[in-house]
């Protein structure tokens, strides 16, 4: 029997695919985002997707919607949005404006959960925010919990990703368990000084994107974010892993039913010929100075991959860096390799949506090495699933966040970036209107 994890703030599911790769059944996946609830059903067909605020759920309403209902519940996972917790008052876990925060500790403890992952931005461990994170810890000591201390920033260059990352990674059980160790690295971030001499070098960008075909070369990606192909180059050990190239690659995962001929993820991006003389120009591994991309290094690690906001904080679009070969932009497919993302894992068709979720996401393999530790603590065999998946219906990674939320049931959150078009749309109307006489 393969442990029950449940994925708080699941976003596309990275955090969740790493917990499924290191041996659990992750049954139930919670996002407020319908555009993310959407593309994590495509992804894990048979994961509940529960597309509601946390804020507005209880443990039992969790295990009613999910059939659970008696079933023990080894771990929950996931990682609040970090932006504004409040760092006021004397116990700041109580501040209204962390409740997102308060609710997790408040799932885990209603789910009655043998353990948690609860992950989050370094920033959290320096400063006045190191209050916060007393304060979460204390709040799990409250209601029964013990956290593995001291608390450690992992960076998932140092596991196997050619990116360097740092997240905050608190992990803890039930008073009376056995306490998780942190994973030991795995690697040396490629292209930087080794701190660990006993260890070699991982993955480069060139590794890691290096086999993929210039999106450029494909028309039908001017409309759409896939194609056929048998262009793939020769892949470095990294990239065959993320094409599936032997059972290994799977980990404890489920095998998902997909054609490993399909380019996925790759809407190209139409730059300027100006733009592409800068880029073609800047140097690897430094920003270029007027577009501020980040030009990756083919012998070095990417830059942190971030997501930009969403529609209810405005829409901005953080930057994709800058292909170290091709002059223009990388593809969220070559995002996603550089995240650890195998290539069988979809995301929304448009580039704004399917850059945001690959920002937005744990790197799968610092997933898998968490919770391959916590599996360990929990004193369980994994072991590897003979079934395989097949993936959702593929018009869930086309749905905005209106239709997402229609399929879904649900009524959409508000987003920003409605409300600034319809009320240019009121005010060319009350423009319009006073041309012809009508005001």
Request: charged share 25%.
């Amino acid at each position: 029997m393969r442990p029950v994890g449940i994925d708080l703030f699941a976003g596309a599911g990275g955090l969740g695919l790493g917990f499924e790769q290191a041996g659990f059944d992750v049954r139930v996946a919670v996002d407020i985002d319908p555009v993310h609830c959407a593309v994590h059903a495509f992804n894990f067909p048979e994961t509940t997707v529960i597309p509601a605020s946390v804020t507005d759920l209880t443990g039992a309403g969790i295990r009613r919607k999910a059939g659970l209902a008696g079933t023990k519940i080894d771990c929950v996972f996931g990682g609040a949005p970090c932006q504004g917790f409040s760092l006021i008052g004397h116990r700041v876990i109580d501040d209204p404006r962390n409740r997102l925060v308060r609710d997790f500790v408040r799932l885990v403890h209603e789910l009655d959960a043998e353990s948690f992952v609860f992950e989050n931005v370094k920033g959290l461990t320096v400063g006045k925010h190191k209050a916060f994170l007393k304060d979460l810890i204390g709040a799990f000591e409250r209601v029964g919990y013990e956290c593995r201390l001291p608390w450690k920033v992992l960076n998932a260059g140092h596991y196997g990703t050619p990116q360097s990352r740092e997240r905050l990674i608190l992990m803890g059980v039930r008073k009376g368990r056995a306490l998780p160790d942190y994973p030991p690295p795995t690697t040396n971030i490629a292209g930087q000084p080794g701190l660990f001499p006993d260890l070699g070098f991982g993955p480069s960008c060139g590794a890691a994107i290096g086999d993929i075909p210039d999106a450029d070369i494909f028309e039908t990606l001017n409309a759409g974010d896939a194609v056929r192909t048998c262009r793939f180059g020769v892949p470095s050990g990294y990239a065959a892993e993320l094409r599936c190239l032997g059972n290994e690659a799977w980990h404890f995962g489920y095998m998902r039913k997909w054609n490993p001929d399909t380019l996925t993820s790759s809407m190209r991006t139409n730059h300027t010929e100006i733009s592409r003389r800068r880029f073609d120009l800047a140097k690897e591994g430094a920003v270029e100075p007027i577009s501020r991309f980040f030009k990756l290094p083919q012998g070095g690690v990417s830059n942190t991959l971030r997501a930009g906001t969403d529609g209810t904080r405005g829409a901005f679009t953080s930057p994709r860096p800058i292909h170290y070969r091709h002059a223009r932009c990388i593809t969220v497919r070559e995002m996603a390799r550089l995240h650890g993302f195998p290539d069988w894992f979809r995301f929304h068709t448009t580039k704004w949506h399917g850059a945001r979720q690959v920002g937005n996401a744990v790197p799968p393999p610092l997933a898998r090495a968490v919770a391959a530790k916590m599996i360990e603590a929990l004193g369980i065999e994994p072991t590897r699933p003979k079934r395989t998946l097949s993936p959702g219906d593929v018009q869930l990674l086309t749905l905005n966040l209106s239709q997402a939320a229609a399929r879904l049931g649900i009524t959409p959150p508000p987003n920003r970036r409605d409300r600034k078009s319809g009320a240019k749309k009121r005010r060319q109307e009350e423009i319009n209107a006073g041309r012809r006489g009508y005001g």
